[in-house]
């Protein structure tokens, strides 16, 4: 039962731009930087996101992060197949003293 | 190059104990705040602990306080997860996982590849 929802999946074609949304609260999202990390099932998951909109190196500008209120969005343009994985929002919990990740998004490439 | 490479996984039966570990090397372990990340099986991700850069703040998820332990040991880059009264709903694919260096968990940049922990009779 994660505070952070996000959307269980999400699919759009190849080419196509498709946004995640990460809905949280004035304790999490609203007061603290959010990440997002990319999970190739089987795999570790990977940083694609950190500080709300900020891309680590390596990772192309077809990924963007955005925060308004206590929400944030991910967005993913120029959809590829290789874009398929589990998306996780992630921010510390003010109140919880916890570190929270959202439910996590399924995303598929048609 | 940044890696984190975990052992100490395995099978272990409910009540019982297990201490993983996480070596760290490329970068310098002594500057950043270190985590344990969890994913039982076909489920989402759950942070379990986060230890700072000289140990002064550690926390836990409510779901493992007073049951796990967090510590490190700059000296020899690794940090470690000492899991008593182990239950079932503990198996998990655990991961290590690299914060920054802040007073609480942040991001994390860089992962462990993952050590599976099954607690079964």
């Known amino acids: 039962q994660s505070v952070l929802t996000q959307p269980p999946s999400v699919s759009a074609a190849p080419g196509q731009r498709i946004t995640i949304c990460c809905s949280g609260?004035?304790?999490?999202?609203?007061?603290?930087?959010v990440s997002w990390y990319r999970q190739v099932p089987g795999t570790a998951p990977k940083l694609l996101i950190y500080?709300?909109?900020r891309r680590p190196s390596g990772i192309p500008d077809r990924f963007s992060g955005s925060k308004s209120g206590t929400s944030a969005t991910l967005g993913i343009t120029g959809l590829q197949t290789g874009d398929e994985a589990d998306y996780y929002c992630g921010t510390w919990d003010s109140t919880l003293s916890a570190f929270v990740f959202g439910t996590g998004t399924k995303v598929t490439v048609l | 190059e940044v890696q984190l490479v975990q052992s100490g996984g395995g099978p272990v039966k409910p009540g019982g104990s297990l201490r993983l570990s996480c070596s760290a090397s490329?970068?310098?372990?002594?500057?950043?705040?270190m985590n344990w990340v969890r994913q039982a099986p076909g489920k989402g991700l759950e942070w379990v602990s986060f230890i700072s850069s000289s140990s002064t703040y550690k926390y836990y998820a409510d779901s493992v306080r007073g049951r796990f332990t967090i510590s490190r040991d700059n000296a020899k880059h690794s940090i470690f997860l000492q899991m008593n009264s182990l239950r079932a709903e503990d198996t998990a694919v655990y991961y290590c996982?690299?914060?920054?260096?802040?007073?609480?968990?942040?991001?994390?940049?860089?992962w462990g590849q993952g050590t599976l922990v099954t607690v079964s009779s």
């Open positions: 490329g970068f310098t372990f002594y500057n950043y705040g």
């Open positions: 500080e709300n909109d």
């Open positions: 609260s004035s304790s999490n999202v609203g007061s603290n930087y």
């Open positions: 996982a690299r914060g920054d260096d802040n007073s609480f968990p942040d991001t994390f940049d860089y």
